[in-house]
């Protein structure tokens, strides 16, 4: 039963299908206009990403995090001259943890990014990260599809790699770069650890610092030491992995080891095992998957027919007269029977 | 149809019913137990918290957020030796940026707290913050029930503010408090804001450094340029507040200030608007329930008898055979039929 939603053409399909042919011939401005689309869940970005989808597949989707401070949009810029050097086109999403408050503040290496204004082979979007962890997941693998089919040999995602749902979306990349600056206090040590776990790459920056041979060096302890286990976490961000993630020395503000690193992230794309990237691909289309079914079950919840069943179970939730497990079942039960 | 998993008795349900009992007579091991399987999300703990959560709904739910640094494990440590001082009693959940690689590292705050390892006034908990979002936010909650019922005054969360999640689990609390740090750099500035938005009482630990003033100051004006955008971010994490925070000054190192901190914790707790109580309270069981649910329809999908198709159609998400809107739409086709 149920209204299952389709691509029916419509005003929203025959506006996504002008700005999706747009946006694959170069035209910045729609491209803009469709990740904001994307970045606002409107039916123009589902009619635009059912066009788009299958074009996309070919680009190296990288992800730079760690900890603030540690240098990831310095990195960013210089990977972004380095390609620019090579011939390479590169978009980059910036998973913003500034809010709408300030407007998106940008952040002092953003400013230097924009020296690409008129580059048609460089295109830097900022995305809020607000919204539910699943939404920024889903925003993100969808703008990361657009700028794919839009043609893009990279597309860099930087997020701050302190947040579980940030790290994800960092580890949801083909490889994912896990950027360290030495010499960090204790609490970033702890943060440390469950980010090196997402690690294809690791990069100790700022290397011309006291302690960044000595942060590499106990780095690579640490990974010696992680080896072994072989299943830890959960199924929707672990992977295998084939071997130890390689920890490399950059000083971005330089550039220097920016183009070893970038060999680095081919190397890993060339010489990952089949199985590997097999498991990181299904992960990541789940996590698309997913966000968007629970858009749709939180859309039948809440229909004008439903909502108000569903806020008097909820009420009865946060009055403690239904445990919460129950209204889940109840909620559940609603959906089957179809009269959500 | 599909079989709607209920409380039938068993040995889950029974040993569910025993470590219940014995959490609520004042037993911590029993307590200890039910919050690991809670975090496990087990059997035991489903069949424990339908027991549980209609005894919950007393305590004063307080979140503690912050970046890195702020110095939150210091306050809470503060917080906890002022309750006990005044004869209250207080369960603390520190969501734990640590990983399993390194066995939960303990932060050098955590083992001052150490000290109320013989008071049962006082019960503290790591919860290692991983897994997706929906499950931290789900077994946080979870968790808070459980101490709730197990009648402690207050139960305090203790975040990282740097992740959605994160802040989402903190923002959840019936109130919440964002730590702050004077003269923090660019990065963390940035971060600010985006905390700002969930924050009923605002405090600048480490007052007695260098521009601590200063930073309140800027803190206050923040919060006065904000506060005339009334509906900000998402329905989730987003609650109408009545007025705008209090900015407080505390050094939690020594405990200055901390009095007047939990004063401040007591009073939007009086006085909060009862439809603003009600909205966060809604939120926060809508995110339960929802986790919950998200995992039941997780399971369904995944259950012996789907999980080939359910990979087939992820497969082909993967390879860019079929657009993510499609597959959700076929997977929940297949999740109303009843196949799940």
């Given amino acids: 039963m149920g209204e299952t939603p389709t691509s029916t053409p419509g005003p929203a399909d025959d506006r996504a299908a002008s700005l999706a042919q747009a946006a694959i011939r170069g035209d910045r401005r729609a491209l803009a206009r469709l990740l904001t689309a994307v970045e606002n869940r409107s039916s ?19 992800g730079i995090t760690g900890p603030p401070g540690a240098g990831k949009s310095t990195l960013v810029a210089a990977l972004i001259a380095e390609l620019r050097r090579v011939g390479r086109t590169v978009a980059v999403i ?27 082979g460089v295109f830097i979007r900022s995305m809020a990260a607000r919204g539910h962890a ?3 997941a889903s925003s993100t693998g969808a703008a990361a599809a657009v700028l794919d089919a839009a043609g893009f040999d990279l597309v860099l995602v930087e997020t701050v790699g302190t947040g579980q749902s940030e790290v994800e979306v960092a580890a949801a990349a083909d490889t994912t770069v896990v950027l360290e600056a030495p010499e960090m206090g204790d609490e970033v040590q702890a943060i440390k650890a469950g980010l090196l776990e997402v690690a294809d790459l690791v990069v100790v920056n700022k290397a011309d610092k006291p302690g960044a041979q000595r942060t590499a060096s106990q780095l690579r302890a640490m990974l010696v030491a992680a080896a072994p286990k072989s299943n830890r976490g959960e199924a929707d961000t672990d992977r295998p992995r084939p071997k130890r ?38 992960a990541r289309a789940e996590a698309q998957v997913w966000a968007i079914l629970a858009d749709r079950l939180r ?15 909820l009420r009865d939730v946060a009055d403690h007269r239904l445990d919460p497990y129950a209204a889940a079942d109840a909620l559940l039960e609603s959906l089957l029977r179809g009269d959500g």
């Fill in 94 to 120: 910036a998973v913003d943890p500034s809010s709408p408050i300030t407007g998106g503040a940008l952040l002092g290496d953003r400013v230097r990014m924009q020296a690409y204004a008129d580059d048609d």
């Fill in 44 to 62: 123009v970005a589902e009619a635009a990403m059912r066009r788009l989808y299958p074009m996309a597949g070919s680009a190296h989707l990288v």
């Fill in 245 to 282: 993630p390689e920890v490399l020395l950059t000083t971005a503000a330089t550039g220097a080891g920016v183009p070893e690193l970038l060999a680095a992230i081919d190397r890993h794309r060339a010489t990952g095992h089949v199985a590997i990237a097999e498991t990181a691909r299904l």
């Fill in 299 to 313: 859309g039948r919840l809440h229909a004008p027919g439903t909502t108000a069943a569903t806020t008097a179970i």
């Fill in 134 to 136: 699943g939404g920024l």
